[in-house]
């Protein structure tokens, strides 16, 4: 299993980004689908969840700013970012919690993390 985010990329202050992330492998199904930043020195943060039902939940940084939405046709998610502030400047990973097929076709859950992309808003 792979997953894949792209959309990062440089913003001014109050600008928009559109992220997304592409799960790719022997996938079953997917649960949650998350999004996480991180800073370097700093913990990786959760900014966004949504559930298989759409249920979503947001960082209070980021709510009315940020939405998280996703294709369960596509095994895709994104996160719309709106107003974007300098201090959201971060690498963003995404996070999927899943079951794919093992060799004998058998389910197995595992979270996967796809790579960073960067996001830098400049003031």
């Known amino acids: 299993v792979q997953l894949q985010a792209s959309g990062g990329g440089v913003v001014q202050t109050g600008g928009s980004l559109r992220l997304s992330c592409a799960a790719s492998g022997r996938i079953s199904s997917i649960t949650a689908m998350r999004w996480y930043r991180q800073v370097p020195g700093k913990e990786r943060e959760l900014v966004a969840h949504?559930?298989?039902?759409?249920?979503?939940d947001y960082a209070d940084s980021v709510k009315g700013r940020f939405t998280i939405s996703r294709d369960n046709a596509k095994n895709m998610a994104y996160l719309q970012m709106n107003n974007l502030k300098p201090e959201d400047t971060a690498a963003y990973y995404c996070a999927a919690d899943l079951y794919y097929l093992d060799g004998a076709s058998n389910p197995v859950v595992s979270r996967s993390w796809g790579q960073g992309t960067q996001v830098t808003v400049s003031s």
């Open positions: 949504i559930g298989s039902a759409g249920s979503t």
